[in-house]
């Protein structure tokens, strides 16, 4: 029998028991006849997509990978393709998956009766043993509740009584704190989930039929595991164990050699066109530069490359097993690969007859890399795309984004002479220690690069030249951690500063600054947002992250319900000595390193990257320095 | 040298359209190394032509793709090579070569049979033959629709249907339609059963083309 809270309704009750005992076949049925012929892109909910997996006939533990967005923003994750291969290939495990269905599908499903399922076998989700959330962003939690409400499982970990349901498990980059959304999740991964996801579901086999809790506690000490119902936390950020033994503070897990990194021979191939729709291969994790703003700078240390013999067999692997046409390589900074060039002559030289065509994402801005693109172009015309980041050579001294007025210009003048005219950059407002001088420097900046533009005699023709400029959020575990975010007031203004004063030959778009004051509340807020976040989901908000479904009403509403107020924990401060709510997480890069560069931020001053100097961040705990061969 | 493949296309793979289903087809022949000809100049694309469009949810039972292929390849190679790297609903039923005097895909694709099954509550004989005699004693059936420039216009379907017929079968009303299939006069079986299911307002629907048939128009 299983346990209601009591704001279960007696006819929910029944609904509930309708779903659970609805069979695979009714559900596909009620779909194809009923439901399908009536949805927008119904290839979102059938699965049977080349590269899926059929369930194994003797499973004996089903876990279903759960992406809180659309279909098509799921299927771009690399993450998954290589966790659902990862876990597929073990023995006994079926892994499948689920997306959140758009509006017009989860109404019918709900009219219909039919549960949230797996898209491989249209078994319920709440008949797995594991339902896994990939946390890719802060404002997709609220489709978590979404899809649980979809699949009838109970919110909050502790409304979930031993193995009744499934356990509920996140990961992603979110998890570093995790903290805002802990109540809701069984198990929390910090870190890789390569190795320590097949890890849990070993042990899980020894612990089926006995209790929940019996299960949680043989995993607590495992790396990158945090079980958030073990700890109270207080109002200073003090934790208390509540269960003997469970770590106070918690390692992120990550693997030491890239080449040891778990690699899919195959991938899957969506039947209609997603974000990104291309073989990905990761060529590296981790990167040298230190931007401080940017938390994958940090906790996806130390930089770790793959050898270029064994990405030369994953490329011809993927490409082959999926006959896709495009290849991404895929890092946080493309050309700090040190086998970069001859990755690219690779596939060029290789896959010409297939007319595979190749993209490369985060790109620095400098004549390498515009050569890169030169290269790859093959008589497309690839958009250019640079972030500089910051307006003023002040403002980048400060974020440390080590690149000079110099290299933009030179990059700009040569990729208006090698004929590229569709250009876009990227810049944030509200960075620490932001004068309106900065803000009007990106005006300038962009002055400076039309007038290049009009100054050649031979310019192509049809400039295209735009900006975007996100809002600055500050991220735990970075040198910003510390710092109060400007108020939604203050970008208001400079977004109206920047229109005026920038050229009219640039087009402008730049970020809901509600949206992104909401985003840097949860990104450093603590457990009091639990509360928030499923009032906020009660009231209506979901998908909030796509422009028009995001309500700052409702959520202003949540908040306050809780006492709280989102514009106040955006500008909340954290003296260097400080416990922060997201404290007890060890990414490896030590408080210390922070507080250094949060102070050599405040100096102007630049710090190295990591192939010229160690700037001993810790994450090399040995003392020993970071080896970059491959 | 260019070569007719036959597919049925059933299940999942109803959903896909056809755009989609393009590139479905260009992947699986990577996948299956079989070398596709490109055309020449900055933007190669591969020589694939299909059969007229088949609308979403409808399944088929006889689509087909003419594609040229680098070189001259077995028909029998082919065949083995793209059925097994075909997703699981699409699936290949013959391959023939083709020489210059094969009739194009156009010239021979005139008629397709269609079988539309309706369900739903009180699915009567009377029900049944009262769609039958609305379509074949109509003169005219005249349905508004939005042509590509977006105005509405008037469009008769009558002349588009060569054959009707409904029965009840297990409590379903089975209709067999043979609908034009003629580029330009394209009947898609999902506008005739809509018009259909005014009368039946409760019934939902599947469709299946079952095969195509070589004939004039009269």
Known sequence: MRIFSFKTKFSDIIKLMNRINITPTQIKDTLYTQILPEVFKPARYTGGEIGS??????????????FPDTYEVGMSHMGLKIMYCLLNEMQGV????????????????RQYNIPLYGLESFTPLINFDFVGFSIQYEMCITNVLYMLDLAGIPFRSSERNDFDYPLIIAGGPCTVNPEPFCDIFDIIIIGEGEVVTPKLI??????????????????????????????????????????????????????????????????????IETVHDRVMIEIMRGCPRGCRFCQAGFIY?????????????????????????????????????????????????????????????????????????????????????????????????????????????STMRQAFENGFTKIKLYFMMGLPYETDEDVLAIAELMQKIVDIYFELKLRPKDLSLSISVACFVPKPHTPFEFFAQDSKE???????????????????????????????????????????????????????????????????????????????????????????????????????????????????KTTKNCYEACSDCGINKDGGKCNFEI | MKY???????????????????????????????????????????????????????????????????????EKEIFAKISAVLPRDLILRSVEALDENSPSLPS????????????????????????????????????QKKNKKKQ????????????FAAKVVDGEIVINASLSLLNDTLLSPVLLTNTIKERVPSANHLITKSIVKVGTHK
């Not at chain 1, 997996?53 to 759960?66: G, H, L, M, S, Y």
């Not at chain 1, 079926?94 to 499903?109: G, N, S, V």
């Not at chain 1, 612990?207 to 929940?212: E, L």
């Not at chain 1, 067999?313 to 991404?328: A, F, N, W």
Request: hydrophobic letters at 35%.
């Open chain 1, 53 to 66: 997996k059929i369930p194994k006939e003797d499973t004996e533990v089903r876990f279903a990978f759960t």
């Open chain 1, 94 to 109: 079926t892994c499948e998956r689920a997306f959140a269905p758009w509006e017009d599908m989860a109404k019918l499903m």
């Open chain 1, 202 to 271: 070993e042990i899980y086999k020894e612990y089926k039929g006995r209790t929940k809790e019996e299960y949680l506690k043989a995993i607590m000490n495992i790396e990158g595991v945090y079980i958030p119902s073990f700890y109270s936390v207080d109002e200073n950020n003090s934790r208390t164990a509540l269960v003997e033994g469970a770590p106070l503070e918690i390692k992120r897990t990550y693997i030491p050699d890239m080449n040891e990194v778990y690699y899919p021979e195959d991938t899957l191939v969506p039947f």
């Open chain 1, 301 to 409: 240390r130390p930089v770790r490359q793959k050898r270029l013999d064994l990405l030369k067999k994953q490329i011809d692997d993927q490409l082959t097993s999926s006959g896709y046409e495009e290849i991404s390589l895929s890092s946080l900074s493309t050309t700090d690969y040190m086998a970069c060039t001859d990755a690219i002559s690779y596939i060029m030289e290789e896959y010409d007859n297939d007319k595979v065509s190749i993209s490369l994402p985060s790109l620095r801005i400098d004549s390498f890399s515009l050569g890169l693109v030169d290269s790859i172009q093959k008589g497309r015309t690839i958009p250019l795309t640079f972030a500089p980041e910051a307006g003023s050579q002040r403002m980048r001294d400060i974020i440390n984004k080590n690149v000079t007025e110099e290299d933009i210009l």
């Open chain 1, 490 to 604: 203050e970008f208001d203004r400079k977004q109206r500063l920047l229109i005026e004063n920038v050229n009219r030959k640039v087009r402008l778009t730049y970020h809901d600054s509600s949206l992104s004051v909401l985003e840097a509340a949860f990104a450093k807020g603590g457990r009091n947002l639990n509360d928030v976040i499923i009032t906020a989901y009660e009231k209506g908000c979901y998908f909030d992250s796509w422009g028009d479904y995001y309500k700052e009403d409702m959520w202003k509403e949540a908040f306050s319900a809780h006492g709280l107020d989102f514009a106040v924990l955006a500008k909340r401060e954290y003296d260097y000595e400080e416990v922060t709510p997201w404290d007890f997480v060890d990414i490896g890069v030590s408080k210390k390193f922070l507080v250094r560069e949060a102070k050599k931020a405040e100096q102007q």
């Open chain 2, 4 to 74: 007719r493949l036959c597919y049925e296309k059933k299940d999942s793979l109803i959903f896909i359209s056809q755009l989609d289903l393009q590139g479905v087809f260009q992947r699986a022949f990577r996948r299956a190394k079989v070398q596709l000809e490109y055309t020449q100049g900055f933007h190669p694309h591969p020589k694939m032509t299909y059969s007229p469009p088949l609308a979403l949810y409808v399944a088929s039972k006889e689509e087909y793709l003419d594609v040229a292929l680098e070189g001259e390849q077995d």
């Open chain 2, 108 to 143: 021979f694709l005139i008629w397709a049979d269609y079988e539309i099954v309706l369900r739903g509550e009180a699915l009567s004989e009377d029900v049944a033959k009262e769609i039958e005699g609305y379509v074949l004693n109509s003169s005219e059936i005249l349905i």
């Open chain 2, 152 to 163: 509405i216009v008037t469009k008769d379907l009558r002349p588009l249907i060569e054959s």
